[in-house]
């Protein structure tokens, strides 16, 4: 069975750019959520779709991010426009039905804004 | 509100050694989960471990060992007789059952564990 997988897995843009980063959750998981690390500090929640809907975006930083989940299946989170603390580690987690269910993670985007 | 620390950011052994890695956290909640997980070279998050409060028998696998206290809020790693493979950085992590937030999952800083030949 194939894992989450998250592209591209680096990316470099300067500053204003847009990027988008894209995440395939493990086939049959409703649950999808996307984490980040910033240097030094931790994981830290961003959002949690169940199927196409949002759950919860509290962690969400501000309104230049902006995730989705067509279909219930993979989900994009676009920064638009990008700054210099956007960069870290993006990481994408899926689970089953219940909120409560072990996370399964991808290998993360390393996203580094100059 | 929920916080998990890891107070050792790095950790040295030389293979064969055991070691222990600490997590303490803190909630308010009667019931939560806690888990562990382990980042190797290669980046991705490995699940290890997932333990309810209210399980507090102690759980071998192997060589790795965890020792849930819930009388002073911590769980434990150790890994006994370590390898060069054991060489990651490895998380801590506490979730909600209940409530806002419920199944998100928070994070220590982390602990790298490095194992010498």
């Known amino acids: 069975e194939a894992g989450v997988t998250q592209f591209p897995s680096h990316s470099v843009i300067e500053k204003g750019q847009t990027v988008t980063l894209r995440c395939d959750p493990i086939?049959?998981?409703?649950?999808l959520y996307w984490y980040r690390r910033v240097m030094g500090k931790e994981i830290k929640f961003l959002l949690h779709?169940?199927?196409?809907?949002?759950?919860?975006e509290s962690g969400m930083p501000n309104n230049r991010f902006l995730a989705e989940r067509t279909g219930g299946t993979y989900s994009t989170l676009k920064v638009q426009p990008a700054e210099l603390e956007d960069s870290g580690v993006y990481f994408c987690?899926?689970?089953?039905?219940?909120?409560?269910?072990?996370?399964?993670f991808g290998p993360g985007t390393r996203l580094t804004v100059l | 509100a929920q916080k998990v620390t890891q107070a050792q950011t790095e950790i040295s052994v030389v293979e064969k050694e055991d070691v222990t890695l600490d997590c303490v956290y803190e909630?308010?909640?009667?019931?939560?989960?806690l888990f562990w997980y382990k980042q190797p070279p290669s980046g991705e998050l490995v699940f290890l471990i997932r333990?309810?409060?209210?399980?507090?028998q102690n759980e071998i696998s192997g060589r790795y060992s965890w020792n849930f206290q819930k009388s002073t809020s911590s769980f434990n790693f150790t890994i006994t007789a370590s390898q060069v493979v054991d060489s990651a950085v490895y998380f801590c992590?506490?979730?909600?059952?209940?409530?806002?937030?419920?199944?998100?999952?928070?994070f220590g800083k982390g602990t790298k564990l490095s194992v010498k030949p």
């Open positions: 909630t308010r909640d009667t019931t939560y989960y």
């Open positions: 333990r309810n409060s209210f399980d507090e």
């Open positions: 992590a506490l979730s909600r059952v209940r409530g806002g937030s419920q199944g998100n999952l928070i």
């Open positions: 086939s049959g998981h409703d649950n």
């Open positions: 987690a899926s689970s089953w039905g219940l909120r409560t269910d072990t996370q399964y």
């Open positions: 779709f169940v199927k196409e809907s949002k759950q919860d």
